[in-house]
């Protein structure tokens, strides 16, 4: 929705719940926000913590600087604006709208995949891989593997062991390992990525897609189509993090 030439006191749409923003670390103190179908007009957003997790919030970032009325008036007559659209779009759609933006992941089928998480150390790997560990660093070198630095740990490099799994297109991985490599980014990052929930993939995690996990969106692409888009969500990552 309009903004103030993307300043921080811009207006937000926010289709969540509050206890998701919190959990994603924003600071509920700093929005000023009403929930949508607005119980109170004059709602605040410190007590919107335990809302549904199908509200709806519409609001703007607090800023510290002192706002001239135009500026507030401008500002309020855009929240008007769009209070006004919303408020003539029928609840079902609302709600479709709602239900497609968040992620589809139940807790037990994310459990599938939840011993694929952990991390072995060099010499584990190659106890599995039935080879040196020498040879471990040689795949690692040649873009085959990759291992990660847990920051604050002691110790060298872990290996997410996800990649000792048969269902893993060992291709699909080697291209992933070749762009952030292009690009100067480090495979920490990457393990961070992969361990991290996406909305674009229904809340799965890229690491339980290359692992076989397929949300609707992507259930009816052929494998070139499913392997471009996945690859674009890479790209994206890539943009934001270098």
């Known amino acids: 929705m309009p903004n103030s030439n993307a300043k921080n006191d811009q207006l937000l749409l926010v ?10 670390g924003l600071d509920m103190g700093l929005i000023d926000a009403v929930p949508l179908p607005p119980s109170s007009l004059a ?22 600087n002192e706002e001239s009325v135009d500026m507030v008036r401008s500002q309020l007559l855009q929240l008007s604006q769009a209070l006004e659209a919303i408020g003539q779009m029928p609840q079902e759609e609302i709600a479709l709208i709602v239900e497609q933006l968040q992620p589809a992941v139940e807790d037990r089928d994310r459990d599938r995949f939840k011993h694929e998480y952990g991390v072995l150390t060099v ?3 190659a106890e599995r891989m039935k080879c040196t560990p020498e040879m471990i660093r040689e795949e690692e070198c040649a873009g085959e593997i990759f291992a990660a630095r847990a920051p604050g740990r002691a110790g060298g490099p872990l290996y ?3 990649q000792l799994n048969e269902c893993v297109a060992k291709s699909l991985l080697k291209q ?46 052929t494998p070139q189509e499913w392997r471009d888009a996945f690859l674009d969500v890479v790209a994206e990552e890539l943009s934001r993090v270098r």
Do not use: C, H
Request: proline letters at 6%.
């Open 15 to 24: 289709v969540a719940s509050s206890a998701a923003l919190v959990a994603a």
């Open 43 to 64: 709602g605040d957003a410190t007590n919107l913590v335990n809302d549904s997790p199908s509200r709806i919030l519409i609001g703007r970032l607090r800023t510290a």
């Open 123 to 125: 010499e584990e790997m």
């Open 160 to 162: 997410p062991k996800f």
């Open 176 to 221: 992933i390992l070749l762009d952030y490599r292009e690009a100067g980014v480090n495979t920490t990052l990457l393990w961070s990525f992969l361990r991290t929930p996406q909305n674009i993939f229904a809340g799965w995690t890229a690491m339980a897609m290359m692992l076989g996990a397929s949300p609707p969106a992507f259930a009816a692409l």
